[in-house]
C-alpha cells in the first residue's frame, strides 16, 4: 500500500473528525496512576443487587443460552410496559410498541438513525452525555446544540427552543434528568417543552436513564403530557436504577411505526440484545423496587453531602435534583476546567471529569460523580479544599 | 428507621459534622438527637465490629437452644434475666420454634463452654434440655462480610 492513500485516509471523513471522548483522554491518565479517589465514575458503586444476578445464574444453569426475538423476550417486554405504566400513566403494548435495547447507547443510536436523513437538525442540549453529538453525526445529520445555562439550573427553555429551531429541525433530543449537570426538570418545563415539540411537529426522543434517581421530587416524563406519546421515542434502561451497567440493558417505548423502524436496524445489526441479561433484567423489575429505593436513599445522602461540602469551601455548585453528580463551578480559580482536574489530580490524586468534555458551555465546571462510597467522597472533599486553599 | 441512627448503625465513630451535611440538619440538631437517643436507651452502646479470626487470641462462640419451663408468672423473663446475668452470654433470644432461648457464648475453649452448660446452664431449674453447637467460622456479622473484601472491578473514569 506504499503508493496508495493512508489508512487514515481511508477511514469515513466523519469518523476521522470526531474527535474521540474528552473522558477517554482522561481515562487514560488516570489509569497510569495508584491510589487515585475517583470522582470521575458515571456508573453506581455498587454490585448488582444479589437477587438479580442469582436470576441469571439460574438461567444459565437451566441452559438459557439461545437467542431471543429481535425485540426482546416478550416476559420482559411485558414487564417493562407494566413499569411504565405505574411510572407515568402511559401504556404501551408489549408485542410492538417495545424493543430491547443494548443499552440506551443503542436505542439511541437507532432511534437517530431511524429517523435522521442526511442534513437533518437534531436539537439537544449541552452539557450533554458524550455520545450524543457523534450519534447523530454517524447518522449524517446536524447536531444543533443549545447551550443551557447555570442561571437557568442548566434546565432547558422554551425560549432557548425558538431561538434554535429552523424548518430543518426534525428531532429534539432531551436527557434529565441530566448527565453532567444533575439538573432535573419541573412539571412547567416539561410541558412548556412539550408544547413547542408539538408546535413545531417534532419528534422527540427522551433519555431518561436517570429517573428513578431524583431526590426531592418525583419524576415527571415528557411522554405524561397529552399528545407526546405519538411523537417520542421513551428511551430507558436498567444500568443506573438497578446497577446493571455491565449488563449492556435498555429498551425503547415508541409507536409501532416508529418500534418497527429501529426494530429493522437492530434486527440487521444486533440481531438481539444477550438473554442472560434479559432474563435478569425480569428479575430487576419483578422484585427490585426495594433495591432502587435503598439506592436512592444512599445516593441522596452522599448529593447532600457534596453539595454542603463544595458550599462551605465557598465553591458554587448546582443543586443537584438528580442523577449522580455535582457540576461544580470553578471559574473562579482562573483556570480551564482542564488544567483544574489534571492540576487537582496531579496534586491530590483526585479525578474528576473536566465540563469541557460535555461541550463548551460545560468550561469552567468539573463533574463530580457521587457514585462512590462516602467515605472516599469525604477523603475527596478533604483533598479538593486542601487543593483550592493553596490556589 | 430513623435516617441518623441509620448512620450511626453504619458508622458509630461518624462526625456530627459530617452526619449534619449528610442529613441536611445542624450540627447541634445531630448532637442534640444522639444525647436524646442515649437518655431514652434507644441506643444502647458503641461497639467495634471485630473479625476475631484475625486474631491470637480468638474465643470460642457456642449457640445453645434451650428449653425452659415458663412459670405461672412473667413466663420466661424472669429465667431469660438470669441466664443473661452471665457475663460469658453474649446474647439472649426468645425464640418461637421447637426450643425457646436462644444462646450465644463466648469462650476460651470448647471445654470452658461445655463446662458452663453443664455446671451453670443445665443445673438452672426451668432448664430442661440444652442442645450445644459450636460455631465455625463468621461470613458476616452485624450485616459486615468478614470473609471477603469487597473489591469493585469498576473502571476509575467512564461516562
Known sequence: MNDSKSLRDR??????????????????????????????????????????RDAAVR????????????????????????????????????????????????????????????????????????????????????????????????????????????PKTKVLLLNYPNNPTGAALEKKDVKAIAAFAVEHDLIVLTDEIYDELTYDRRHYSIISEPGMKERTVYLHGFSKAWAMT??????????????????????????????????????????????????????????????????????PCIYPDGAFYAFVDISQFGMSSKEFALRLLDEQNVACVPGSAFGPCGEGFIRCSYATALDDIKEAMVRIARFVEKL | MNELLKLLKQNALESPENMAKILGISVDEVKQKIAEYEKEGVIRAYQAVVNEEKLDTSLVTTVIEVKVTPESEGGFDRIATRISKFPEVESVFLMSGTFDLLLFIKGRTMYEAAGFVSEKLATMPGVTSTATHFMMKTYKQNGILMQTRDDNERLKVSP
Request: hydrophobic share 35%; with cysteine.
Open chain 1, 11 to 52: 477511514i469515513v471523513r466523519t469518523v476521522r473528525d470526531i474527535p474521540r471522548s474528552g473522558i477517554r483522554d482522561f481515562f487514560d491518565i488516570v489509569s497510569s496512576r495508584e491510589d487515585v479517589i475517583s470522582l470521575g465514575i458515571g456508573e453506581p458503586d455498587f454490585v448488582t443487587p444479589w437477587h438479580i
Open chain 1, 59 to 166: 438461567a444459565l444453569d437451566r441452559g438459557a443460552t439461545s437467542y431471543t426475538s429481535n425485540m426482546g423476550l416478550l416476559s420482559l417486554r411485558r414487564g417493562i410496559t407494566k413499569y411504565v405504566e405505574k411510572k407515568t400513566g402511559i401504556g404501551y403494548r408489549p408485542e410492538d410498541e417495545v424493543l430491547i435495547t443494548v443499552g440506551v447507547s443503542q436505542g439511541l443510536d437507532l432511534a437517530v438513525r431511524a429517523l435522521v436523513e442526511p442534513g437533518d437538525e437534531v436539537l439537544y442540549h449541552e452539557p450533554s452525555y458524550v455520545s450524543y453529538n457523534p450519534l447523530i453525526q454517524f447518522a449524517y445529520g446536524k447536531p444543533v446544540a443549545i447551550q443551557t445555562k447555570k442561571e437557568n439550573g442548566f434546565r432547558l427553555t422554551r425560549k432557548e427552543l425558538e431561538a434554535h429551531v429552523t
Open chain 1, 246 to 315: 455491565g449488563w449492556r440493558m435498555g429498551f425503547t417505548c415508541a409507536p409501532p411505526e416508529l418500534t418497527e423502524a429501529m426494530m429493522k436496524i437492530h434486527q440487521y445489526t444486533m440481531l438481539c440484545a444477550p438473554i442472560l441479561s434479559q432474563e435478569a433484567s425480569v428479575e430487576a423489575l419483578r422484585n427490585g423496587d426495594s433495591d432502587i429505593a435503598f439506592m436512592r436513599e444512599e445516593y441522596k445522602k452522599r448529593r447532600n453531602f457534596i453539595h454542603a461540602s463544595f458550599e462551605e469551601m465557598g465553591i
